[in-house]
């Protein structure tokens, strides 16, 4: 029987454990943030779309996307497509900043656009980010979706309310940390290299999931 207290919960406290594994690695969607609050752009804003993303698409997951099986093949492969191109573009915008050296920093990053974001611009990209990023599906919709089942009803619900506070959790503290740093992340060689690793990593991710597609 599971806890009336949902912190207390052990589906609760999986679904904040395997939510906060998942949201913790490079992807785009985090550097999005992290860029965000070193530029002191719409913070809150974007911070409050990711979570309220995430929130949606983990219900999503634990009401039944996780059985992908009843989706039709045309609405994966548009879903996968998609992000796909989103990959590539955003792979090669990183790959010429590693290329060139340009927005490495702290200082440059700021200032890597001439024109601040407007709200409807920051909230556009704040969305774009959390719905056409295929990790963000994969992760919320299918992986926290199908270990959610493992958890029967009403243990399934308590799991996606964990993953969901992991994810909030991850969010607000990973914003507050930026903002926090710094200066202290200064440095040209680690935002150049981070650049060239997140370029890496989107091109990898878009060349697996197109084998994916291709594959008979």
């Not at 395997?18 to 550097?31: D, R, T, Y």
């Not at 993303?53 to 497509?81: F, P, R, Y």
């Not at 926090?180 to 440095?187: A, D, T």
Request: charged share 5%; hydrophobic share 55%; proline share 4%.
């Amino acid at each position: 029987m599971p806890s009336l207290v949902p912190s207390l919960s052990p589906a609760f406290s999986a679904g904040m454990a395997l939510s906060l594994s998942l949201i913790m690695a490079l992807g785009p969607q985090n550097v999005h943030v992290m860029r965000m609050g070193l530029r002191g752009e719409h913070v809150l804003l974007t911070v409050a779309l990711c979570i309220a993303s995430d929130v949606l698409l983990i219900g999503l997951g634990v009401l039944g996307l996780a059985q992908l099986g009843g989706l039709s093949s045309m609405v994966k492969t548009l879903l996968i497509s998609a992000g796909i191109v989103f990959l590539l573009v955003y792979g090669a915008q990183a790959f010429a900043r590693f290329r060139t050296g340009r927005a490495t920093n702290v200082g440059q990053v700021l200032m890597a656009e001439q024109q601040p974001m407007t709200r409807q611009q920051a909230t556009l990209a704040a969305l774009a980010f959390a719905w056409l990023n295929p990790h963000a599906w994969l992760d919320t919709a299918v992986l926290i979706g199908s270990a959610s089942l493992a958890w029967g009803t009403p243990g399934n619900t308590l799991f996606g309310m964990g993953a969901a506070t992991g994810s909030a959790l991850w969010f607000a503290g990973l914003s507050l940390c930026v903002f926090s740093l710094g200066q202290r992340l200064n440095s040209t060689t680690l935002w150049r290299w981070l650049d060239g690793l997140v370029a890496l990593m989107m091109w990898g991710t878009a060349l697996m999931l197109g084998y994916g597609l291709l594959k008979p």
